[in-house]
């Protein structure tokens, strides 16, 4: 490894964990060696000797978001490329080796992401939670949860594999977000907007991402999720304001006050009917699409679990865009 490393990898936590200890050891069979790790705890830790072959900086921060933590990484970081992910997520032994060819053969790029799999050892509930977004028809976008080629143009990507051009992170401004959830998705619209770069999906840049295991928990991320995106729809169209995002509370809509003036008349009844008939053949189209990566057993839990995180995302959507101001939540 060079005195200066190419890459600085930036990873935000509360405390020490057990994915952050498997992130970590994945992190050293990186084939790719040149890179420092920037770690970003709430409290002052000992490393175990374990990691003494790694070249670890850790910089507490305190009870701060993990958009704060990014920016206090990046003042500290020398490469010249930062690698984002979560502490809950583990790269492939290649990931720098392609992002840094991309980087060398576009020159005009100024970050890149990739898809987060779902680890084929999540537990059985996890992995249900990771298959609802692996269609279209069930709202997901499947290119952030496998590799979907072609390498193509975004305007938004989530942190937990983003890598950046420092000069860009720069010159956007860094995150500098009072929000999370949601921080990338701002930080995203700021590089393109604030430092004239593009972003691009690259589907060869794999990260392994854990689940939320149980509905309670996943639910409460697709809750805070749908908050924070029907306030920035209302806030910061640019990026937010798509049909895709509403789509959930219209059947929200649609359910409640459907089933009302169905029984007003045969007419409206039918089209209610109707209704419910397109949203059975979309969960068909899910279903199969998500049998495409995942086991029958698994398909089959998503099911219900689309329904209920339409219903509740719907809703969150609505509470967020009629919302004057979000207080930070510090992603506690």
């Given amino acids: 490894m060079s005195d200066v490393p190419s890459f600085s990898i930036i990873i935000p936590f509360k405390a020490w964990s057990r994915d952050l200890d498997e992130c970590l050891s994945h992190i050293g069979n990186l084939s790719d060696k040149n890179y420092e790790i920037v770690l970003l705890p709430d409290d002052l830790l000992a490393l175990t000797e ?23 990484a990046a003042q500290k970081a020398s490469g010249a490329f930062l690698a984002f992910i979560d502490d ?24 890149i992401g990739g898809p987060a799999i779902t680890p084929e050892n999540d537990p059985y509930w996890a992995r249900v939670s ?5 269609s279209p028809a069930s709202g997901g976008n499947p290119e952030r949860y496998i ?20 000069k860009a992170f720069l010159k956007a401004g860094g995150f500098d977000s009072q929000y999370w959830p949601g921080e990338d998705t701002l930080f995203c619209m ?25 509905l309670p928990k996943h639910l409460r ?52 009917l109707a209704g419910l008939t397109v949203y059975l053949i979309a969960l068909g189209i899910s279903w199969n699409d998500i049998r495409k990566h995942e086991p029958l057993s ?13 219903i509740w995302y719907g809703a969150r959507f609505v509470i967020g865009l009629t919302t004057r101001e979000l207080r930070s939540s510090l992603g506690r």
């Fill in 130 to 134: 990771g298959a609802v977004f692996l």
């Fill in 221 to 272: 991320q697709i809750g805070n999720y749908g908050l924070h995106r029907g306030f920035f729809a209302k806030k910061f169209p640019k990026t937010s304001r798509k049909l895709k995002y509403f789509i959930p509370s219209i059947w929200v809509c649609f359910l409640v006050f459907g089933m009302f003036f169905s029984m007003t008349s045969n007419l409206m009844g039918f089209l209610y």
């Fill in 88 to 111: 809950d997520a583990y790269p492939q032994p290649d990931w720098l080796d392609v992002a840094f060819n991309y980087f060398n053969k576009h020159p005009d790029v100024g970050a």
């Fill in 190 to 214: 700021k590089l393109i907007e604030q430092a004239g770069c593009k972003i691009v999906y690259v589907p060869e840049l794999i990260v392994w991402h854990h689940r939320r295991p149980g």
């Fill in 50 to 72: 374990k990691y003494s072959d790694l070249p670890i900086e850790i910089l507490p921060t305190g009870k701060v978001n993990p958009a704060i933590k990014r920016d206090m």
């Fill in 298 to 310: 698994v398909a089959l839990g998503a099911v219900p679990y689309i329904v209920m995180t339409h």
């Fill in 147 to 166: 590799p979907c080629p072609p390498s193509r143009k975004v305007d938004d990507w989530p942190s937990v594999n983003l890598i950046v051009r420092k």
